[in-house]
């Protein structure tokens, strides 16, 4: 059974940083793509930043710049790096592990990113 357990979130000053994790189990993590994707209240969910197989990554227009997707396949693990955040990147995070081509869909639990002005 896929598992996702994400941690890393909290809250944070206009202009801090954090650093989301998404560790899997249960899957062969080096063969799938890592998504995380955010929803703010109100708002339908949305990508962040995904890194394929072979580690290719594609950004919201909105963290191009800020935010840095990476991964550990040693580790089965998925980062997130948010730099420059902004009050507006406020939602619940999700980490997504999925094929490269967007099948074996699995979501990890919700973390809360909360930033301050």
């Known amino acids: 059974q896929v598992q996702l357990v994400e941690s890393g979130g909290g809250l944070v000053q206009a202009g801090g940083s954090l650093r989301l994790a998404c560790v899997a189990s249960g899957s062969i993590f080096s063969i799938n793509a890592m998504g995380w994707y955010r929803q703010a209240p109100g708002k339908q969910r949305e990508l962040v930043a995904r890194?394929?197989?072979?580690?290719?990554?594609n950004y919201a227009d909105s963290v191009k710049g800020r935010f840095t997707i990476s991964r550990d396949n040693a580790k089965n693990t998925a980062y997130l790096q948010m730099n420059s955040l902004k009050p507006e990147d406020t939602a619940v995070y999700y980490c997504?592990?999925?094929?490269?081509w967007g099948g074996g869909v699995y979501w990890g639990q919700e973390t809360q990113v909360t930033v301050s002005s």
């Open positions: 890194i394929t197989s072979v580690g290719r990554t």
């Open positions: 997504k592990q999925e094929k490269d």
